[in-house]
């Protein structure tokens, strides 16, 4: 006899499903703010290296 009975997902299953679906919908956004962030970081870093180099420049000069 074959058994008819439909299979639940658990709910961690639902769960993780719900968030691969978020995900995919948000996709272009989440990478849009990602690359955005990495370019503040890159601009900040450079322009606190680029003091740092003016004042150790500065301390030599005097």
Known sequence: ?????????SGRKRRIDRLVCWFTRRRQVITAHMLRGACYGIGTGTAGLGFWVIERWIEYRL
């Open 1 to 9: 006899m074959k058994n008819n009975f439909n299979h639940e997902p």
